[in-house]
């Protein structure tokens, strides 16, 4: 019966245990929409630093994600070998928290989908999940990428400036081309002997 209740009492404490690795004492959230991430250990706010998640065409998944693996000094295949120091991947696509030399693109959308991070503060992240264990460790990606909408130009309607006519010089003519609207007006009566010629009289004089 003793040996029941010690066998009882060592499994007990097993799935304690066990229960206590599936605990998440790391978690990681990003705001798209502040541009921040936060951490907290066992509930306790640790860090809370400014980021850059992926420009349009490029946005960071949304999701609850666990780290697969930790790789200090990463390089880029597909974006021109550029370097990814302390990347966590948590996505089979690629998508990392790394640190990024583009400082002063922190606080806005800007990367190919990766959360960037400062230099120093990555270091800090990535030896904080490799010490609590990638299995305790939990992201949180969360909001959407703000966009500034670009300014729109008006287009003011400004008269239109008809260029000069050159004038022939010498006879008085113009070397303006006819205007159609002119060559269909009918021509003016023909003034003889100081006044119009009377047509309705002709023709009753005949």
């Known amino acids: 019966m003793r040996l029941i209740s010690v066998l009882a009492a060592s ?13 998440a004492d790391v978690l990681i ?10 951490i907290s250990v066992d509930g306790k706010p640790r860090y809370a630093w400014s980021v850059s ?16 693996r930790l790789v ?28 990024s030399n583009a400082i002063r693109s922190l606080g806005r959308p800007a990367s190919h989908g990766c959360v960037r991070l400062a230099p120093a503060n990555a270091a800090k992240l990535f030896a904080l999940v490799r010490s609590e ?26 008269p239109k400036i008809r ?5 022939s010089v010498g006879a008085g003519y113009s070397s303006r081309k ?8 009918p021509a003016p009566a023909y003034n003889g002997y100081g006044g119009p010629v009377n047509t ?6 005949r």
């Open 11 to 23: 499994l007990l404490g097993t799935l304690t245990l066990g229960a206590g690795w599936a605990k």
């Open 29 to 38: 959230t990003v705001d798209k929409s502040a541009q921040r991430m936060s």
């Open 53 to 68: 998640t992926g420009k349009a065409g490029h946005e960071t998944p949304v999701g609850t994600f666990s780290p697969s």
């Open 72 to 99: 200090k000094d990463h390089a880029s295949k597909e974006w021109d070998n550029s370097p990814m120091p302390h990347s966590i991947f948590f996505t089979h696509r690629g998508h990392a928290i790394h640190g």
């Open 133 to 158: 264990g990638m299995q305790n460790t939990r992201i949180v990606i969360q909001g959407h990428e703000t966009r500034k909408t670009a300014a729109r130009t008006v287009k003011r309607d400004r």
């Open 163 to 167: 260029p000069a006519e050159p004038m």
């Open 178 to 185: 006819p205007d159609r609207r002119d060559a269909l007006r």
């Open 200 to 205: 309705q009289a002709i023709y009753d004089w």
